[in-house]
Structure formats: C-alpha cells, structure tokens
C-alpha cells in the first residue's frame, strides 16, 4: 500500500484554472458571446458583501460581465424568486448565484432550487 501523499499547491491551481478560464472566455467573445454573471444579494451582511465584491472583480478580471442585483433585507421570498425566475429566462445570463445567507423569512432551498 502506498502511503505517500501529494501535496495540493491551492494557489497554483487557482492561477492555472484562472487562466486557462480567461483563454476559454476571449475564445467565446471572439465568437461574440460574452459569459455573463449575475449575483443577488439581499439585505447587507458585510461578509456577504465582501464576497459579492470578489465574485464580481474576479469575472470582470476574466472578460466576463458581471452584475449584481441588490435587494433589501425586507425583500419578500415571491419578489426574489420573480428576480431570479427573469434572470433564468435571460439569454445573455449564463450564470446566476443568489448569495447566502438570505433573511430569515427566506427559505433557502426553494431559493436554491428556482
């Protein structure tokens, strides 16, 4: 039995998988579609912030366009599960996360299943 263990350089892969993400965007801009994110965040959680922030830097950092949908934290779950129902039915959204935690009044599965 073989013990030895290999060792996962975290950061490497990232840079690769980054760059090997940007080659394969500029080769669907070439062919002129843009990936598009698109993020909800509901109410103001600073961690959650934070996150969005990053999430957005790093798509516009791979040629990607990126939007974010803010809502209040008192948004009701039928007027963001409307949001993301028009998102789903964008052709030029390619992607779409709904950043958690969502407020308490909130289900998060129906959320993660629409």
């Known amino acids: 039995m073989n013990t030895s263990a ?4 975290g950061k490497l892969l990232a840079k690769e ?4 993400l940007k080659v394969r965007v500029a080769a669907l801009a070439a062919r002129g579609v843009v990936p ?3 993020v909800i965040l509901v109410g103001d959680d600073p961690a959650s912030q934070v996150y969005v922030r990053s999430k957005e830097s790093n798509s516009l ?3 990607m366009r990126s939007d974010v949908i803010r809502l209040p ?3 009701t779950q039928g007027h963001l599960l409307d949001r993301i ?3 789903n039915a964008d052709p030029s959204v390619h992607g779409l996360l709904v950043q958690l935690p969502l ?5 998060e599965g129906a959320i993660i299943a629409a």
């Not at 290999?6 to 350089?9: A, E, M, P, Q, R």
Request: charged share 30%; aromatic share 0%.
């Open 6 to 9: 290999t060792i996962l350089d």
């Open 17 to 20: 998988t980054r760059r090997a």
């Open 36 to 38: 598009r994110l698109s």
């Open 61 to 63: 950092k791979l040629g």
């Open 73 to 75: 934290a008192d948004t």
């Open 85 to 87: 129902a028009a998102l």
């Open 103 to 107: 407020p308490k009044l909130i289900d």
